[in-house]
């Protein structure tokens, strides 16, 4: 077997693979995608934040009708599930097809479908329906990303994950009357209210003793008491098995403290995490591996200076914009010639809790500096006084902001509420410039738009 020689091969073609294949490849560069999928995008719009957020802004308009008919508007349309995910499908369909045109404008870039196996480090192999071919690679970009963790509890065949509820065709096409969802991170929340605004009674089982663990406590303690109220939350449960009774429904058996009890439901869902998924043949190459995934520092590379990781198989950031940041970074230090040019941040980058409402994060937040000893100073503004969000009748939550003490630089902060995933972008970008409360109270955002918050929760320090 001939080898066919790549300036860049990726393992993976999603978010943490593809920036830099593009990059290279526009730079004169011969270069390989791989991944078993044989479409570009990943996991992210195969069966996570594309599709789930599909459900949820769709979720989000029936929710907005319970508010609008407190105030007396007339009507309200029963949630169609079905009908969500043909949705959902339809989104998916055009974005695959958006990427296909984007690859298929780019000269010397391919997309082989197959699974690579390292055979040493310049050479890899791709077994395919087309048979194998193998190639020697000058650079090597690893982006195989993560696949949904199942942990061995007795029949959790039975259970579904969020494979089986957001990747094309999914398996669950009816709206459940009642669903369990195993698991409190942000997955298995988000996953409950989309479900409980459709109207699903969501029981939510959480083995430790919050949600959202590593989460700033602060800002999930603003999040959960707003919660739609057909979500139960149980703290501090173990679940023990899962077992299908004769009518098809599913009976999870758990422990809280010294008390055993079970639930029925309609449904369950695992959503405990997910793990990485290393390449064949990695171990041959003595790189730093563990249950979290490849180990890497801001660079990007591994011990070997031509072979980088990036995205969710380094466990750093699973995220997929920290994946596309981490994939260009890649690429810039590759065409410096595998010498650091460029340095992923894996501190400040923005994550958004999608639930309904939501929650973001970004940067140093008050449990991180507890931890680190540092000291902080905040500013706060409260939805409660915003304009934007009395005319939507979305009044709960708050905006905080977390300052170097003496530059009052700011260095962090989290959003409850309205709009927080759009405001933590503008928190980042101020983070980013190294911008000051100073900075960011002298800024005339826009009115009645719920950004003018950020500068009022500055000005709350003066």
């Given at each position: ?108 870039l391919r997309l082989v479908q197959g699974v690579a196996r390292f055979l040493d480090p310049h050479t890899v192999q791709v077994h395919g329906e087309r048979g194998d071919e193998r190639f020697r690679c000058r650079h090597i970009l ?63 089982l959480q083995k430790g003793g919050q949600v959202l663990q590593g989460m700033d406590p602060g800002m999930v303690d603003q999040l959960v008491p707003l919660l739609h109220p057909r979500i139960h939350l149980l703290l501090g449960v ?200 100073h900075d960011l109270a002298r800024f005339a955002d826009q009115h009645p738009m719920s950004a003018e918050g950020i500068g009022k929760a500055a000005r709350s320090l003066f």
């Amino acid at each position: 077997m001939a080898d066919t020689e790549v300036d860049l091969l990726t393992i993976g073609a999603g978010g943490a693979a593809y920036p830099a294949a593009f990059r290279l490849a526009k730079a004169g560069a011969k270069v390989v995608m791989v991944d078993p999928k044989g479409v570009m995008s990943g996991n992210c719009l195969y069966e996570g934040c594309v599709p789930s957020k599909a459900v949820r802004e769709t979720a989000a308009l029936y929710l907005d009708q319970e508010k609008f008919q407190q105030l007396g508007l007339p009507g309200r349309i029963c949630p169609d599930y079905g009908a969500i995910v043909a949705h959902k499908d339809a989104v998916q369909s055009r974005r695959y097809a958006q990427h296909a045109a984007e690859l298929a404008a780019v000269p010397d870039l391919r997309l082989v479908q197959g699974v690579a196996r390292f055979l040493d480090p310049h050479t890899v192999q791709v077994h395919g329906e087309r048979g194998d071919e193998r190639f020697r690679c000058r650079h090597i970009l690893i982006a195989s990303g993560s696949d949904v963790f199942v942990p061995t509890i007795p029949g959790a065949e039975l259970a579904l994950t969020s494979h089986d509820l957001y990747k094309p065709d999914p398996s669950l096409k009816s709206l459940p009357a009642h669903l369990v969802i195993i698991g409190g991170g942000y997955i298995g929340l988000e996953t409950a209210s989309f479900f409980a605004a459709l109207g699903s009674q969501v029981t939510l089982l959480q083995k430790g003793g919050q949600v959202l663990q590593g989460m700033d406590p602060g800002m999930v303690d603003q999040l959960v008491p707003l919660l739609h109220p057909r979500i139960h939350l149980l703290l501090g449960v173990e679940v023990l098995s899962l077992a299908a009774t004769a009518d098809g429904k599913r009976v999870v058996h758990y422990q809280q403290g010294d008390k055993g009890s079970e639930i029925s439901a309609d449904a369950v869902v695992l959503a405990v995490g997910r793990r990485p998924v290393l390449p064949e043949g990695l171990d041959k190459l003595d790189i730093a591996a563990d249950r979290h995934g490849i180990r890497v520092g801001p660079d990007l590379r591994t011990r070997h200076p031509h072979i980088y990781a990036c995205g969710d198989v380094n466990g750093r950031v699973p995220l997929f914009h920290a994946a596309v940041r981490q994939s260009l970074v890649a690429a810039h230090n590759i065409l410096g010639g595998d010498v650091p040019m460029d340095y992923a941040d894996f501190v400040n980058v923005p994550t958004t809790i999608f639930t309904l409402p939501a929650a973001a994060a970004i940067g140093i937040t008050e449990a991180r500096a507890q931890a680190e000893n540092l000291e902080l100073v905040s500013g706060r503004y409260a939805f409660a006084e915003d304009s934007r969000a009395q005319i939507l009748e979305r009044m709960d939550g708050e905006i905080r902001l977390f300052f170097e003490p003496g530059s009052l630089r700011l260095v962090g902060g989290w959003v409850v509420g309205i709009d927080a995933g759009h405001l933590i972008g503008e928190i980042g970008m101020a983070i980013q410039g190294g911008l000051s409360a100073h900075d960011l109270a002298r800024f005339a955002d826009q009115h009645p738009m719920s950004a003018e918050g950020i500068g009022k929760a500055a000005r709350s320090l003066f």
